[in-house]
């Protein structure tokens, strides 16, 4: 069973950044795969961004150049800079983890506008 805790959603600034966390337990975390993905209202779940256990990434293409995840498994976290933020990524984001299951944290809101 692993647990997700994200935090750093808010209200920014079109253009702005914001730098999402998400806070794993369990002793494990470096085997799982993690990733971000966003819901927007009236809209399906959609992938933002993946990182293996190894490190390699992915990334949806309206981010990809926008978005940065990484990973410290010393610290069993999961993070993602947002930069150069638009409107359409406004969002309810989650953290998930995969190892022959899945697993969701509640979601952290960001809120892009002027």
């Known amino acids: 069973q692993v647990q997700l805790v994200e935090s750093g959603g808010g209200l920014v600034q079109p253009g702005g950044s914001l730098r999402l966390s998400c806070a794993a337990s369990?002793?494990?975390?470096?085997?799982?795969?993690m990733g971000w993905y966003r819901q927007a209202p009236g809209k399906q779940r959609e992938l933002v961004a993946v990182?293996?256990?190894?490190?390699?990434?992915n990334y949806a293409d309206f981010v990809r150049g926008r978005f940065t995840i990484s990973r410290d498994n010393a610290k069993n976290t999961v993070d993602l800079q947002m930069n150069s933020l638009k409107p359409e990524d406004t969002a309810v984001y989650y953290c998930?983890?995969?190892?022959?299951?899945?697993?969701w944290g509640q979601g952290t809101q960001v809120i892009v506008s002027s």
């Open positions: 990182i293996t256990s190894g490190g390699s990434t």
């Open positions: 998930n983890a995969r190892w022959f299951e899945d697993y």
């Open positions: 369990g002793s494990i975390f470096s085997r799982y795969t």
